[in-house]
């Protein structure tokens, strides 16, 4: 059974930093490229960041490119997502998700597998 179980989301202030974490069990994580979305309230679920198996190759959305840096420790199953310079913007539940090996994607349709998300708010 695969499990993607966030952690380290939180209240912070606007210029602060917040680490997010997502350990994955029950898949062989080094097959399996990884992505963080963010949902806010009344929004569509958005794309944040994606990394590869190797973590050699990563892809960021405009909104949190330079801000946000994705990556992953093979030997603790385990993607990360560093986020500074925050902003009020980005408040919203952050999930990260599994997709076979291929091409890094921005779409959530080509992922598989999710974690239930872990709540980020950001206080002005």
């Known amino acids: 059974q695969v499990q993607l179980v966030e952690s380290g989301g939180g209240l912070v202030q606007a210029g602060g930093s917040l680490r997010l974490s997502c350990a994955a069990s029950?898949?062989?994580?080094?097959?399996?490229?990884m992505g963080w979305f963010r949902q806010a309230p009344g929004k569509e679920r958005e794309f944040v960041a994606a990394?590869?198996?190797?973590?050699?190759?990563?892809i960021y959305s405009d909104s949190t490119k330079g801000r946000f840096t994705i990556s992953r420790d093979n030997a603790k199953d385990t993607v990360y997502l560093q986020m500074n310079s925050v902003k009020p913007e980005d408040t919203a539940v952050y999930s990260c998700?599994?997709?076979?090996?291929?091409?890094?994607?921005?779409?959530?349709?080509?992922?598989?597998?999710w974690g239930q998300g872990t709540q980020v708010t950001v206080s002005s």
């Open positions: 990394i590869n198996w190797s973590g050699r190759n990563t």
């Open positions: 029950g898949l062989t994580f080094s097959m399996f490229s």
């Open positions: 998700a599994a997709r076979r090996l291929g091409e890094l994607s921005i779409s959530k349709d080509a992922y598989y597998y």
